[in-house]
């Protein structure tokens, strides 16, 4: 389920992301978001740097669209895993 908590727009035009929000999402001092504005509705979205799987997959699609076959790339190393934060 959703957490939902209230905040306000400052005199210098920043938001703070509720305490209870920020540790849900792992959120720390200097993470960077996109900002989407559709009518009154403004959406946060983390920027996170891509996986090894997602240059896995944009390499395979480069060179399918290349006209040549990739054999598959061995999994990522342990340490290279990065999962999303879990929401409660």
Known sequence: MATVATTKLSSKGQVVIPE?????????SGTQFVAVADGDL???RVIRPPT???????AQR???EAGRIV??????????????????
């Open 20 to 28: 209870q929000i920020r540790r849900q999402l792992g959120l720390e």
């Open 42 to 44: 403004v959406v946060l």
């Open 52 to 58: 090894v799987e997602h240059y896995a997959e944009l």
């Open 62 to 64: 480069a060179e399918h």
């Open 71 to 88: 054999p598959s790339l061995p999994p990522p190393l342990p340490h290279q895993r990065r999962e999303p934060p879990q929401s409660a």
